[in-house]
């Protein structure tokens, strides 16, 4: 569904560093974006999902020169969030994206900016926000298509009946959706009565590895471990490498497809299985998600919601997945708006 937006707001006075990108495959040229401010609050730099979303931002900055203020939410704290998108309201910024530690309690403030007419773009969709645009994931489908390809290990590896660890956050509504995909794709397709999921709490990578030393203990039998995000991927595997438990028939797989899980995936003698990636790579999605603001801003045509499709990357398929080079290709009415600009 295409809609338009209405430019609002005034020139902030701050800008967002500018990281090196480098290996991909650009174009732009024209006019630019200086003329344009967007807020980008991210959950966590701690976040390898985050941080590759962030060099997506700062390609489009560097192809563009627009100016974004990325802010971080520190070690996942919903307040601090927050204060950063309050600060962006009282900045006048043209546009907000938030990637929302917690939904419920950033609502009001999302709200608040639609109503004082910033155009907010937002992730994980939830009712009762106003927004102009958010991220199409279907969380439940995420989780479902983990669960069909550790299904197809326990059933040729483990002799269709498992032990898994299943690892959510309370913090994170998403987490519980991805978790009930992967929960009844592993009942439907082993069996009822032939897995048996362990729910482990767990809030972010510096609990992760503790988390699994502790659940290991408690279920020294376990030999899947899945996990909601992509942070999780190289802590939960370091752990389990060092168990001393037979790697061999081992599955660890995690949803988000970040660079870190990708290179976990082409690790030799590795039992990290799976990540659920995105048919374009992380940084393309952040390079995309900011363009899409941008022609909301310009009263372009945009995407509401934005698509983001995945795919199953596997040890086998991952060097496939990986041959792409990165993509950043400027939208033809946006460029056109641009070159009109500096006309």
Known sequence: ?????????????????????????????????????????????????????????????????IRMLITDGGNMEPEKQVTNVENYIAQRV????????????????INRAMDEGIPVGYYPPSPNVKAVTYFGYNEYDWGHELGVVAADWIKTRLNGKAKVISFQSSVEPQSLERAQGWSDALNELCGAGNVSIVTVEAKNAETAASNTEAALQANSDARVIMAFAGHFARPVTEVVTASGLPLENFFIG?????????DLLETPNTPFRCAIANRRYVNEIGYYWAQNMAKCIAKLPYDNPFPIPTVAVTNATVKAYRARAPEYILDPQLKAYMDARKK
């Not at 800008?15 to 991210?42: C, E, N, R």
């Open 1 to 65: 569904m295409k809609k338009l937006c209405v430019l609002c707001g005034v020139l902030a006075l701050l800008t967002a560093p500018v990281f090196a990108g480098g290996g991909a495959q650009s174009s732009g040229g024209g006019g630019d974006l200086s003329h344009m401010t967007i807020g980008a609050s991210v959950m966590s730099l701690q976040h390898p999902f985050m941080a590759d979303l962030v060099t997506g931002y700062n390609e489009f900055i560097k192809q563009t020169n």
């Open 254 to 262: 995690t949803c988000d497809g970040t660079t870190d899980e990708l």
């Open 94 to 109: 043209d546009g907000i994206l938030v990637q929302c530690i917690d939904i419920n309690t950033i609502r009001d403030t």
